[in-house]
């Protein structure tokens, strides 16, 4: 099945609904002087959030924002397996939790997501015939029920994850093994940025022209190195000293 449907014509608003031209609006800047100014978002569509008992008898609905998501397709998918391996993470948010992904939406290009970061209340219509209207104007899709199902469960893996210490939770074999390779890494990118040090002190003493950007790049990559292992370097060192009781 797919993501989105069309939703009937006459059918009433419901949660997984997809709203176009919506003006959507957050507090900005809070000073002590002012209970803070109304702040207009960016995005014009939203996701209904709001189950649809509470939509009955409500005329506020609580909504999320949607977004045309950035064209960043990578080049290298050549293959069924590598494109599906891509469209999976973007449907499981594997990589944004925060964003859940509808694909394309009826009449518009590019893909689009829902996301769980702007959350909104918008007023609607008592029910009746001004209700009905409102949503048959601005609805322009909804979400199959198998990924209502779905947003119930991403929306709580969003708000509920505490989440971890990313440096402390390796066992101390696992641990060693990433700081000895990152620390290998490291002495490799080390002397491939002393290679090109020697060589521009050769070129200098020559009158040559040395290309600078070479090594800006191997002492940035080098720097990127010892920023990522420093980390688990320190959580090493501290169950070494824990370990020695001191």
Same mark, same amino acid.
């Given at each position: 099945?797919?993501?989105?449907?069309?939703?009937?014509?006459?059918?009433?608003? !419901?949660?997984?609904?997809?709203?176009?031209?919506?003006?959507?609006?957050?507090?900005?800047?809070?000073?002590?002087? !002012?209970?803070?100014?109304?702040?207009?978002?960016?995005?014009?569509?939203?996701?209904?959030?709001?189950?649809?008992?509470?939509?009955?008898?409500?005329?506020?609905?609580?909504?999320?924002?949607?977004?045309?998501?950035?064209?960043?397709?990578?080049?290298?998918?050549?293959?069924?397996?590598?494109?599906? !391996?891509?469209?999976?993470?973007?449907?499981?948010?594997?990589?944004?939790?925060?964003?859940?992904?509808?694909?394309?939406?009826?009449?518009?290009?590019?893909?689009?997501?829902?996301?769980?970061?702007?959350l909104h209340t918008i007023q609607i219509p008592p029910?009746?015939?001004?209700?009905?209207?409102?949503?048959?104007?601005?609805?322009?899709?909804?979400?199959?029920?198998?990924?209502?199902?779905?947003?119930?469960?991403?929306?709580?893996?969003?708000?509920?994850?505490?989440?971890?210490?990313?440096?402390?939770?390796?066992?101390?074999?696992?641990?060693?093994?990433?700081?000895?390779?990152?620390?290998?890494?490291?002495?490799?990118?080390?002397?491939?940025?002393?290679?090109?040090?020697?060589q521009r002190s050769s070129q200098e003493a020559k009158g040559a022209h040395f290309d600078e950007?070479?090594?800006?790049?191997?002492?940035?990559?080098?720097?990127?190195?010892?920023?990522?292992?420093?980390?688990?370097?320190?959580?090493?060192?501290?169950?070494?000293?824990?370990?020695?009781?001191?």
């Amino acid at each position: 099945m797919p993501i989105i449907e069309i939703a009937t014509l006459g059918s009433p608003l !419901s949660q997984g609904d997809i709203l176009k031209d919506i003006n959507l609006f957050a507090t900005g800047e809070v000073s002590n002087a !002012s209970n803070g100014v109304v702040k207009k978002s960016p995005h014009h569509m939203c996701l209904v959030l709001t189950r649809p008992c509470g939509i009955e008898h409500k005329e506020s609905v609580i909504v999320t924002g949607v977004e045309k998501l950035k064209d960043d397709v990578p080049r290298e998918l050549d293959t069924l397996k590598k494109i599906l !391996s891509f469209l999976t993470n973007l449907r499981d948010g594997l990589n944004s939790p925060d964003v859940f992904y509808l694909g394309q939406l009826p009449t518009l290009p590019g893909r689009y997501g829902a996301r769980f970061d702007d959350l909104h209340t918008i007023q609607i219509p008592p029910v009746g015939p001004d209700r009905q209207a409102f949503v048959d104007s601005k609805r322009i899709g909804a979400l199959h029920p198998d990924f209502v199902r779905d947003l119930h469960a991403r929306l709580f893996r969003a708000v509920a994850s505490l989440g971890f210490d990313d440096y402390g939770w390796l066992s101390d074999s696992d641990l060693k093994w990433l700081v000895d390779c990152g620390q290998a890494e490291l002495l490799h990118a080390q002397a491939e940025t002393q290679v090109l040090k020697t060589q521009r002190s050769s070129q200098e003493a020559k009158g040559a022209h040395f290309d600078e950007k070479k090594l800006k790049d191997a002492e940035s990559f080098e720097q990127k190195i010892s920023e990522s292992l420093r980390p688990y370097e320190e959580e090493y060192q501290l169950r070494a000293l824990q370990k020695s009781g001191l």
